[in-house]
């Protein structure tokens, strides 16, 4: 079973390349105890986006809202524009980066959970072979709390852009289209400031009046890849996976 979510695309020139996109500079939280907090840059490109979170369990009360920005690279803004032209001229004239990265989250949110509780086997089909023998391997030796850190649900999502793309070719003539999506996420999880150390991550404090809650933003690459070649099945299968300190 290949990512259901994420088929159509058509490609047939070779191109490669594409750095990063995205480059969040701030986090703010509009509330009672505004606060403002610096996170280390990705690089370049346009982002605005809120997230509001409620304190109560009900959803009713919403007192803090998580806003990223960032400052557009006016270069790579156009190459990445290039490549999807490139993908809609050569491979699939009905591409849409829109329409693939909405899939591509609920892709991520679904292998991250799966991730999470060790169930490799149902990885067949969504991740490359190669690639789930790593993670295995990789998870086996990962304590609890960081497990449960590659969790992410798609109400914890609070940005996703896309990151480097390719259309190539290789040896045999077959076609390829890559995409590396950048997820950045909210996790409950206790992790050991030290274990962490260098990665994208700061605190949150959620909530109105009691305890406030304290989450953490994480960061994940996800790279997605299709072959197509004529008479190819049109699935994207996850090529490499990244959860900041967690999985490199």
């Not at 695309?9 to 009672?32: A, M, T, Y």
């Not at 290789?170 to 030290?194: C, H, N, Q």
């Not at 304290?214 to 994940?220: D, E």
Request: aromatic share 10%.
């Amino acid at each position: 079973m290949a990512l259901p979510m994420l088929r159509g695309c058509n490609c047939s020139r070779l191109h490669s390349v594409l750095s990063r996109f995205l480059k969040p500079e701030h986090v703010v939280l509009p509330g009672p105890n505004k606060t403002t907090r610096l996170v280390p840059t990705l690089s370049g490109g346009v982002v605005s986006t809120v997230r509001p979170y409620s304190s109560d369990r009900g959803g009713g009360k919403q007192n803090q809202k998580v806003v990223v920005l960032g400052i557009p690279n006016p270069l790579i803004w156009f190459r990445t524009r290039l490549y999807y032209f490139l993908i809609r001229v050569y491979l699939d004239k009905e591409f849409n980066i829109e329409e693939f990265t909405e899939g591509s989250k609920q892709a991520f949110s679904h292998v991250s959970r799966l991730l999470s509780g060790s169930q490799f086997e149902s990885l067949e089909g969504l991740v490359a072979k190669d690639l789930i023998a790593k993670l295995e391997e990789k998870c086996a030796l990962l304590p609890p709390s960081h497990l449960q850190a590659l969790s992410a649900d798609l109400e914890d999502l609070v940005y996703t852009t896309p990151g480097d793309v390719g259309i190539y070719y290789d040896d045999d003539g077959r076609k390829f289209v890559s995409i590396l999506m950048r997820y950045w996420y909210l996790t409950s999880a206790r992790l050991p400031e030290e274990s962490l150390e260098g990665t994208r991550i700061f605190q949150v404090a959620i909530g109105g009046e009691g305890e406030p809650e304290t989450k953490r933003l994480l960061t994940a690459n996800y790279e997605f890849q299709r072959e197509f070649t004529k008479g190819v099945l049109p699935d994207w299968t996850i090529t490499r996976i990244e959860h900041s300190k967690l999985l490199d």
